[in-house]
């Protein structure tokens, strides 16, 4: 029974204690923090962690070089799990804090919305290097997004499928989420404007594995191009499927393919695939050349897009910041609307227009096993 | 014999844990500037509804279930699409939501319950991955993968909710009316009957009680609860989408039900209450913050079995000036034998 009891006030005592830990310390005076709410743990973890690295590698930078307007920057890094409930009180941790000027992330177009409303009453700037859901920005006001959306990388996908490569017959193969529903139907929109017959549109579950109904249903078709909004193990599954049934077709897709992972999984089966990128490790613009360098000084490996597009995220919010000032939440809106000129590693970014930026995307195909610049 | 004027203080004073927890949790959070505390509290109290649900299947009737998400989800969704498409009030739209929960649990239950033990856990994982696989391909009815956005917030006759500290009472209103609502079911014959099918399903049927319907009722009633949760969630963050209600939700409800203890009205709440907010105090150790969360579930298992406060009844009232006789249930429930 006291042996019961004690572990009993054991574990009152630790709860207790981790509430008390969990209090904000006092502010110090004019310090000013960015928060980051990204998925550290979990599915996405990967992911996450590539935002951290690029937007401390960003905060930090800006320390180094005096801060902004003599105050430094503090990172406020909190973990979401992919988890929109979780979004939902992190986004209340960072507005009840009146340092923290504005938010970057989440990862996911869920937690990202779920948090909207939020930022919103709060007036903080939500600013999301990936969420790609069309209507995460129509929410409010202060919702900024740095990657392309599908409603822009979808029709370009269609111009080059259609105008560019001339193919006309094109069945899709997508995955069934928020982004690949999207991405699905502008590309299957755009290409049908453009005269394009659409034979086939296949959807799967995220997760799934056996892909023979949809190969051999495609390979009847005898399509000119499948366009496959997928990610790495479920497009890399596919093709390697499609060989081992003899079907071999001219394929297309998209950003979130680049990844060394799809050579690695894919081998062989996936050599010709075509992709548009935000951005690319060779591409000759210096403002990526300095953030590849950079990174992989840091951290001694490769960037991806995610980290790419976290770090062009933190820099526009940083661009803006010195802009505007730090004394209140609304301006940095106004700051991000005013930026004008700014280049970033995934290519020039300007709000002027609305808070989905228009992209410059990079065509890039796979040869002999490597991610090479697309060339017709 | 007593005169009803002695009778209604001493009312008051064997009640008076009860109240004072109450009056606490209705006094102090006006008081609170940060706003994000009062949103931990309302997640807090949303998960209570659903853990103390879950119990009065496992811990009550000792039914095993593990998709109960899958009823969360349906009260969300029938609640944002009653409100949203047939435009009905919050009030209609959150009872909607709790009856179509139920009648999906009906549904569920009819057919299983003559199945028991790990059958029956089986059929609940199923329905909820089968659940989530609709939500996630009906385009045109759940908007897929898109989730639906911009659910209304709750108006009551005419009183449309805003702030935060609304939403914490609205909350706060419905644990108690569900915790009001469920100690009243388990301390009248439904209660003393799912209690007698847990300790003895032969001995229970033996002495008259028909253990299938009553086991198709507590599931029904399970599933409503749920489903009022679900509606609460849907009108609070104002967007819906499959992926808050994957199988992993429902882990997560056995995980909160197992910490605090069931077969009791209190550990349910504390379980609920413990694991939101643990990983909320350790957020400043970013990734590492759920080491803690895993490693504060294995000791509990570890030298705890039946969770916190699991095991046995807890009276809240001061039996000093109670004059009925405590009702007290020693034995805890057969799934977690005791440690």
Not at chain 1, 326 to 336: F, I, N, P
Not at chain 2, 76 to 92: C, I, R, T
Not at chain 2, 230 to 255: C, M, Q, R, W
Request: aromatic share 12%; with cysteine.
């Amino acid at each position: 029974m006291i042996k019961k009891m004690a572990v009993t006030g054991m574990m009152v005592g630790l709860i207790l204690a981790g509430g008390i830990a969990g209090l904000e310390p006092a502010l110090a005076a004019g310090e000013v923090k960015i928060g980051l709410s990204a998925p550290l743990t979990g599915d996405w973890a990967e992911y996450g962690n590539d935002f951290k690295r690029a937007v401390s590698m960003v905060i930090d930078k800006v320390n180094k070089e005096g801060g902004i307007n003599g105050k430094k920057l503090e990172l406020v890094i909190a973990d979401s799990r992919g988890d929109a409930k979780e979004s939902v009180l992190i986004a209340e941790k960072f507005v009840a804090d009146p340092a923290i000027i504005a938010q970057v992330g989440d990862f996911s177009s869920s937690s990202t919305m779920a948090a909207a409303p939020v930022y919103e009453q709060a007036k903080m700037v939500q600013i999301s290097p990936t969420a790609s859901h069309q209507d995460w920005t129509k929410k409010g006001e202060f919702m900024f997004r740095v990657v392309a959306t599908q409603g822009y990388e979808g029709p370009y996908n269609a111009r080059w499928a259609v105008n560019d490569l001339k193919k006309k017959k094109i069945a899709t193969i997508y995955i069934n989420n928020d982004w690949g529903v999207d991405a699905n139907k502008y590309f299957v929109g755009e290409a049908r404007r453009l005269g394009a017959e659409i034979v086939a549109e296949e959807a799967f579950t995220p997760g799934e594995k056996d892909f023979n109904a949809v190969i051999s249903k495609l390979k009847r078709l005898e399509p000119d191009l499948v366009y496959m909004p997928t990610f790495y193990a479920d497009f890399t599954a596919i093709l390697n499927q499609a060989e081992r049934a003899r079907f071999k077709p001219t394929v297309l897709a998209n950003s979130s393919l680049f990844s060394v992972k799809t050579l690695e999984m894919g081998g062989r089966a996936v050599e010709g695939t075509m992709i548009p990128v935000n951005y690319f490790g060779s591409d000759p613009r210096p403002a990526a050349q300095n953030f590849t360098k950079e990174y992989k000084a840091l951290y001694g490996t490769d960037p991806n897009q995610f980290a790419a597009l976290a770090y062009d995220a933190a820099g526009v919010l940083v661009a803006a910041l010195k802009a505007v000032g730090t004394d209140s939440r609304a301006r940095v809106r106004e700051g991000l609307i005013g930026l004008k000129g700014y280049e970033g590693a995934t290519g020039p970014i300007s709000y002027a227009e609305g808070r989905d930026p228009a992209k410059l995307l990079v065509r890039i195909m796979i040869k002999n096993g490597q991610w090479v610049l697309y060339k017709p | 014999m007593r005169s009803s004027r002695i009778r209604f203080p001493k009312f008051l004073l064997a009640n008076a844990p009860v109240l004072s927890i109450i009056a606490v949790l209705a006094a102090v959070p006006p008081f609170i500037t940060n706003m994000y505390y009062v949103q931990v509290l309302v997640f807090i109290g949303i998960y209570a509804i659903l853990t103390l649900s879950l119990n009065l299947l496992n811990g009550y009737v000792g039914l095993l279930s593990i998709g109960h998400a899958a009823f969360y989800a349906i009260g969300a969704y029938a609640s944002a699409k009653l409100s949203m498409e047939l435009g009905l009030p919050w009030v209609l739209a959150l009872a909607g939501a709790g009856a179509i929960a139920g009648f999906f649990g009906y549904l569920i239950a009819k057919p299983t319950l003559r199945l028991s033990g790990i059958y029956l856990t089986l059929v609940t994982l199923g329905f909820n991955m089968i659940l989530f696989l609709v939500l996630q391909n009906w385009m045109s009815f759940t908007n897929g993968p898109l989730g639906i956005m911009d659910v209304p917030p709750p108006s009551i006759f005419g009183f449309v909710l805003s702030s935060r500290l609304q939403y914490y009472y609205l909350i706060l209103a419905l644990v108690l009316l569900t915790v009001l609502s469920m100690h009243r079911l388990m301390t009248c014959r439904f209660g003393r009957a799912l209690t007698a099918i847990r300790e003895n399903e032969l001995a229970a049927e033996a002495t008259g009680v028909d253990t299938t319907r009553y086991k198709i009722q507590a599931f029904v009633l399970a599933a409503f609860y749920a489903g009022i949760a679900g509606s609460f969630y849907a009108h609070f963050v104002k967007y819906i989408s499959p992926d808050s209600f994957t199988i992993n939700e429902s882990f997560i409800l056995l995980a909160m039900l197992a910490f605090g203890g069931q077969g009791n009205l209190i550990g349910p709440i504390v379980g609920a209450a413990a694991l939101i907010l643990i990983p909320e105090a350790f957020r400043p150790l970013q990734e590492y913050r759920m080491f803690v969360y895993g490693g504060v579930l294995i000791v509990m298992m570890l030298v705890r079995r039946q969770g916190l406060l699991g095991g046995r009844s807890y009276s809240l009232r001061w039996t000093r000036f109670d004059s009925a006789p405590a009702r007290i249930y020693e034995r805890g429930d057969k799934f977690l034998p005791e440690g």
